[in-house]
Nanobody, 124 residues
């Protein structure tokens, strides 16, 4: 059974940093397209970043230069390093897994498995 478990959320002041983790169980982690998404209250879910099985990364314009997605295949863990955080980054963050081919790995693809989310709150 596929399971994704996020951790690392919390409350920080603007300009601060957080690192989110997502540990995967029940499938070959290195073969999946992985993504981070977020949803703020009253807003639609948006894609933040994705990383293909080959290590190709894509980012939303709003986080480029501030966030870094990475993965450790030996630990079956996906990361999102978030720097220079802004109040508008406040949201519930989710990791997700997709089985699309690497060339189609971006947050607009279909992601089949989702974690339960971890809250990030950035105060001004």
């Amino acid at each position: 059974q596929v399971q994704l478990v996020e951790s690392g959320g919390g409350s920080v002041q603007a300009g601060g940093s957080l690192r989110l983790s997502c540990t995967a169980y029940g499938y070959t982690f290195s073969s999946a397209c992985m993504g981070w998404f977020r949803q703020a209250p009253g807003k639609e879910r948006e894609g933040v970043a994705a990383i293909s099985s080959g290590g190709i990364t894509t980012y939303a314009d709003s986080v480029k230069g501030r966030f870094t997605i990475s993965q450790d295949n030996a630990k079956n863990t996906l990361y999102l390093e978030m720097n220079s955080l802004k109040p508008e980054d406040t949201a519930m963050y989710y990791c997700a897994a997709s089985w699309v081919a690497s060339v189609y790995c971006y947050t607009g693809s279909v992601f089949r498995h989702w974690g339960q989310g971890t809250q990030v709150t950035v105060s001004s």
